[in-house]
């Protein structure tokens, strides 16, 4: 059979047959969603960064001070997106 199955955050959010067009949707919690892959991303970022470090100290003493100052616009564009998910998904709440 031919369907689209879209994923939000790996979990089905909608299938669409793409012969008849007929759709089904699954309500998914994406605050929740959104909140859960930001506290998996807090809590593995030490981590990564000491991964990071151990891997390649130079790059990342090179890089860091860039990173560090262009993270608000990294942040901002990430909000802008989940604000597109919120309106995707039709969900009238404030972020």
Do not use: A
């Not at 879209?6 to 008849?20: D, H």
């Amino acid at each position: 059979m031919d369907h689209t199955i879209c994923y939000l955050n790996n979990k089905i959010s909608q299938i669409t047959c793409n012969v008849c067009g007929k759709s089904l949707e699954i309500k998914i919690d994406i605050t929740r969603e959104i909140f859960e892959e930001w506290v998996e991303r807090l809590k593995s970022k030490p981590l990564r960064m000491n991964e990071e470090i151990r891997g390649h100290m130079i790059e990342f003493l090179l890089s860091f001070p860039f990173r560090v100052t262009s993270k608000p616009y990294r942040i901002y564009k990430e909000m802008k997106e989940v604000k597109g998910y919120y309106q995707k998904y039709k969900i009238k709440k404030k972020i």
